[in-house]
């Protein structure tokens, strides 16, 4: 779901599920020169806050340090980007993109 959204936006896959030692991150994508390192939150909106809430300080680490390994082993020079994409269910599912959320 989260990957057809950002490729309705004009995202292109480079890897899902890519992993580094215990950390995953599970869209990595490019627009243009620009390379996105994307967290999909689904989950319902309860009292513990929506989806996007969900991504702890420590996920946030793992997240840049697995991006770290991916930008080493691609080589790459250009701009990159942390958003999250957070997916509310229901019959017709939020979904709701959260650009440059965390460096």
């Known amino acids: 779901m989260a990957l ?3 490729a ?3 995202f292109h ?3 899902q ?6 950390a995953e991150i599970d869209l990595v994508v490019q627009n243009g020169d620009l390379l996105v390192f994307v ?5 319902s909106p309860s009292e513990y806050g929506p989806p996007e809430a969900a991504v702890s300080r420590h996920q946030q680490a793992c997240i840049m340090q697995a991006a770290e390994q991916f930008i080493w082993e691609k080589n790459w ?9 957070a997916i509310s269910p229901g019959a017709s599912p939020e979904i709701v993109h959260f650009e440059d959320v965390f460096y």
């Open 77 to 85: 020079a250009g701009d990159i980007r942390f958003d999250i994409v």
């Open 17 to 22: 599920n890519y992993r580094c030692g215990h």
């Open 4 to 6: 057809e959204f950002l």
């Open 8 to 10: 309705s936006q004009g």
């Open 39 to 43: 967290e999909v939150k689904y989950r």
């Open 13 to 15: 896959l480079l890897v």
